[in-house]
Nanobody
């Protein structure tokens, strides 16, 4: 089992920044990558960014490229999502998830089998 806990959400004005953290514990050696997803009210969960533990390969949704940066600290089993130039449409519950080594697209939530409880990000206009 892998436990995933997000933190760092909050309320920020448009144009501001927030940094989310995601701490993984347990059998983290069984995971290949970590991803961030978000879900706004009435909408489906959507991919935001992902990063592999080994090599640090990164993947981003087009909507956040150039504004969000995902990074990892392998020693701490922690992944970060630095969010800059936030927009009201970034408002959502942000979820962190862990992906095992078996195949599938990092852009799909089906790739991930361990999920955190989510942290609310609200961007006011």
């Amino acid at each position: 089992q892998v436990q995933v806990v997000e933190s760092g959400g909050g309320l920020v004005q448009a144009g501001g920044s927030l940094r989310l953290s995601c701490a993984a514990s347990g059998r983290t050696f069984s995971t290949n990558a970590m991803g961030w997803f978000r879900q706004a009210p009435g909408k489906e969960r959507e991919f935001v960014a992902a990063i592999t533990w080994s090599g640090g390969n990164t993947y981003y949704a087009d909507s956040v490229k150039g504004r969000f940066t995902i990074s990892r600290d392998n020693a701490k089993n922690t992944v970060y999502l630095q969010m800059n130039s936030l927009k009201p449409e970034d408002t959502a519950v942000y979820y962190c998830a862990a992906a095992p080594y078996n195949g599938g697209s990092y852009y799909s939530p089906r790739r991930y089998n361990y999920w955190g409880q989510g942290t609310q990000v609200t961007v006011s206009s």
